[in-house]
């Protein structure tokens, strides 16, 4: 997720320019977009970088082109992008659908099918995109892709996305991962840091600052 410290889309040209810059960046960053919801000052995406430079390259081109776009310089972010680790197994279609359905799950719109500014329409089958690719969970929904379009939108329709959005932000906020314990452990390894999400609150025992 990119947060902003003001408006970022304030029209659809905003809107459009950015979706442009994402579609043209990623491949030559060597990322993978599986989905992404613009909101007016928030973007969430779900990615599969290469590596760790080719995704920072990705979010610090994008970051500077919105910048110049609005006339508003560094400050319009808020600072480094925030991101989570994700399960490929258990957790990217739930992710998925959390993505798709955040106008919604973030009050912009109660209505996320008419939000043009996602990848639900693409993944529905209303208006497909090219350039995303899709996480291998979803080719799992069905053998076509009206089978699949269809299950999707089916699952849009349940609770899966609501149930998991908390989890998801509390994850991303603490650049934690979600998955088994197994998972985690590896990425653990890989990274040489701990991922699990704090609890919030204070730690138990502690003492109030002053």
């Not at 920072?56 to 310089?73: K, V, Y």
């Not at 979600?178 to 990274?191: N, R």
């Amino acid at each position: 997720m990119q947060p902003a410290n003001a408006v970022v889309f304030a029209d659809a040209a905003d809107y459009q320019d950015y979706v442009h810059r994402l579609a043209g960046t990623a491949p030559r960053c060597e990322v993978q977009v599986h989905g992404y919801a613009l909101l007016p000052d928030a973007v969430w995406m779900l990615l599969t970088p290469a590596d760790c430079a080719g995704l920072s390259l990705l979010m610090q081109t994008l970051a500077r082109c919105a910048s110049r776009r609005r006339g508003l310089g560094s400050g319009l972010w808020q600072g480094r992008y925030r991101s989570a680790l994700l399960q490929p197994s258990s957790w990217l279609l739930s992710a998925l659908c959390a993505v798709d359905l955040a106008p919604q799950l973030a009050g912009v719109t109660q209505d996320p099918a008419a939000w043009p500014w996602s990848s639900l329409a693409h993944h529905t089958g209303r208006q497909p995109s090219p350039w995303l690719r899709e996480v291998p969970a979803y080719w799992d929904l069905g053998n076509t892709p009206y089978a699949r379009e269809a299950a999707y939108a089916g699952l849009l329709g349940g609770d899966l996305a609501l149930r998991n959005w908390p989890r998801l932000q509390r994850a991303v906020h603490s650049a934690a991962a979600l998955g088994d314990a197994q998972y985690i452990e590896w990425a653990e390894q890989q990274l040489g840091r701990r991922l699990h999400a704090r609890p919030r609150g204070r730690p138990r025992g502690a003492e109030p600052a002053a």
